[in-house]
């Protein structure tokens, strides 16, 4: 362990006051906007769970009793997450709580238990052993792209089956195991339950009444020369859109950018096309916007200036650019991962088309970034998806 990690560990430590009574920590595996987390061996495992656990071999019909019974020595790993003191205690709440909701559900990583010390919450986890994404992003085969997919939909699924939506998928927040084919997934901090109020953004309106509710402009104009030029209409009078803007840059639905109202569970459906789209062309991450103008010009670049113009409509917004590079009709998405994978036919390699396993891939991201939410597919039908439905463990 690093230096400055085994400093900050013994900081912890000494700030919250008990924890190493019941938590030998070991290193320190995660470090975000929201919250720091450490690997720690528990070492009341026993105690608190009023159970020995059993290896294989003592849990097997040959064992004698006395075998059975014999505690495990294999120790008990957690992850302890430190919610970061300035998370307001109404968002530390609410990650606990949906946690808590979610508990019986075996693709989420449960929530053991939490301690508060002070001003300071910890969340305890379970461990779960999984691979950096950074490690396996760039070679993982299609056949082992079902499996990983299958087990985000199987997790998606239990979660949007209880109307929560999670906001924030991302790989590092789908903690996936290779070996075992299994991903659980991590980080309510900024999931939601879905709301129940129709009537604000102009994706509820039957599409008739769309184009006359149309009151917010979403604008891109290339840069000019010369210090402080805005990229943005100066004397905007409209009243601005406040809407949930959560997430990860480059994971966000258009209609999350586009500031839509009634975002729902279909959100997180998007998000996961992204994580295939950077599967299949090999890039991570795949986009890099700035901020919510650029990276509505990134989904842009791809879909073409028309399909932005018409997801706009669904949400109430006009979408305009006069930045000339950007098509009217898009790229195709076969051509993108083309191109990112070298496979152009220009210099590179020789192989111009995509294997039919890639293209049945593509296929199902079409289904995943999906602009217009209410047509994107769900967890439950991606299930059923031949895409999934091929997955072989
Ligand atoms: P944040 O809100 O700061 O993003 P996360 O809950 O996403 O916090 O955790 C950050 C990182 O810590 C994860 O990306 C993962 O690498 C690691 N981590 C979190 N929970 C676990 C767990 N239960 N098992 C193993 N690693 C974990
Ligand atoms: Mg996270």
Redesign the pocket.
Known sequence: VEDSVAQDILRFEESFVGINKRYRLINR?????????Y?AEDLEYEKYNNRWDLDERENSKWASPAQRRRPSRRPH???I?K??VTSSPIRIFN?LDLLHDLKNSDSV?PLITAFRHLDQVV?I??????R?FREYYRDMRIPEMRLYFKSLFLALQSVHGKKILHR?IKP??F?YNPQQARG?L?????AERQGTDWHQCACALPSEERRYRINHSVYAQTQQAGPQTSSYPKNETRSSRRANRAGTRGFRAPEVLLKCTQQNTSIDMWSAGVILLTLLSRRFPFFHSADDIDALLEITSIFGRKKMKETAILHGQVFETNIPSYSDAGHSLEKIILWCTGRTGDKAGPKKELDEDEKEAVQFLYRLMECDPTKRITAAEALRHPFILKAVE
Do not use: M, R
């Open positions: 595996i995660g470090e975000g906007t929201f919250s720091t987390v690997k790993y957690v992850a997450k919610i970061y990650e990583c969340a986890l379970p461990y779960f052993q999984h950096d924030d590092t927040n903690l659980v991590v980080d309510f901090g900024l």
